[in-house]
């Protein structure tokens, strides 16, 4: 069953951290690419992170330095680790991969920054 879980998420004070992470099933995880997106409210999806099957990463600039993604092949498993958040990262977080045609996501989950 081709599935992608994401926990983690929850409220944190400004300055605070947390890690996210995303379970994937149904898939060669270790061939795969994979991202993390967000969503804001009103806003648009935008890509925060991604790491290559080789373990390559890219960040977004508004979260370079603070967030930083990692995988575990064998648990198939992609973590984000996000420090020093602050109000405007507040948003549901995405994990997603493309396969073939295809990009799949999970169901989301809530990360809110407040005081």
């Known amino acids: 069953q081709v599935q992608l879980v994401e926990s983690g998420g929850g409220l944190v004070q400004p300055g605070g951290s947390l890690r996210l992470s995303c379970v994937v099933s149904g898939f060669v995880f270790r061939l795969l690419n994979m991202d993390w997106y967000r969503q804001a409210p009103g806003k648009e999806r935008e890509l925060v992170a991604t790491?290559?099957?080789?373990?390559?990463?890219n960040y977004a600039d508004s979260v370079k330095g603070r967030f930083t993604i990692s995988r575990d092949n064998a648990k198939h498993t992609v973590y984000l680790q996000m420090n020093s958040l602050n109000p405007e990262d507040t948003a549901v977080y995405y994990c997603?991969?493309?396969?073939?045609?295809?990009?799949?996501w999970g169901q989301g989950t809530q990360v809110t920054v407040s005081s």
């Open positions: 790491i290559t099957s080789i373990r390559t990463t």
């Open positions: 997603s991969l493309v396969e073939g045609n295809s990009r799949h």
